[in-house]
């Protein structure tokens, strides 16, 4: 699935904290259905096997609705998987290594709280940046938090696209006004709703507003 910074506009991560009245695949779907713009599946406690077999089924999906499905930490998931891409943190594999695995089609997003961070994951090839925690956050409580102005710096500094995460809501989001990103990551504003699809679809309508300089 194609990659550029519009990709980036309203990028899910995926969450089992809020599983119960729906599986993950249906989550996953109504936030697809939303207008969702790309998907990253995120598990840290599924052994391999059940973690690839999902991985499957949501990229079945996410090719459904022509979105880019990103894995979090794990390549050999991805890859396997016939997943986009994947996205790394600070402490997992570098970033260059694993562009030399992969190969340039591979989309590879990289965590960046810093500017040296941002330009290190550039140089090393990275395809986009996540930044944050912009706000606190109920699913990384010990996020170091950035702000907008430091965001901005952040994204002058690189010429790849910019997601800003942490904490992100529809009641916040206008907040990032001037924030230089492509687009925002969200986990429970989407996957913690109550109406998934309804929800989606203001939280796009209002990031689009806030990316555009409408608001």
């Known amino acids: 699935m194609g990659f550029c910074k519009n990709s980036l506009c309203l990028y899910a991560v995926t969450d089992r904290a809020w599983i119960g009245r729906q599986t993950l695949l249906e989550q996953i779907e109504d936030a697809l259905i939303g207008g969702v713009t790309m ?49 790394v943190g600070i402490e997992d594999a570098p970033v260059g290594e694993i562009r ?48 907008t102005a430091q965001l901005r710096e952040i994204c002058d500094c690189v010429s790849i696209p910019v997601a800003a995460i942490g904490g992100i809501s529809l009641s916040n989001v206008s907040e990032l006004k001037g924030g230089g990103m492509a687009g925002i990551a969200v986990v429970s504003a989407i996957f913690g709703a109550e109406n998934i699809q309804e929800t989606t679809k203001q939280l796009k309508k209002s990031i689009m507003a806030v990316v555009e300089g409408t608001v």
């Open 100 to 147: 030399k695995r992969v190969g340039r089609d591979f989309i590879i997003g990289a965590t960046a709280k810093t500017l040296e961070q941002a330009k290190a994951a550039e140089m090393s090839g990275a395809d986009y940046l996540g930044v944050g925690a912009v706000f606190p956050s109920p699913t990384k409580r010990r996020a170091i938090r950035i702000t």
């Open 39 to 87: 998907v990253q599946l995120r598990e840290k406690h599924l052994d391999e096997k059940t973690f690839l077999e999902e991985a499957k089924a949501v990229k079945q999906l996410c090719r459904q609705y022509h979105v880019p499905l990103i894995i979090n930490d794990n390549v050999d998931v991805a890859l396997k998987s016939g997943a986009d891409g994947v996205h």
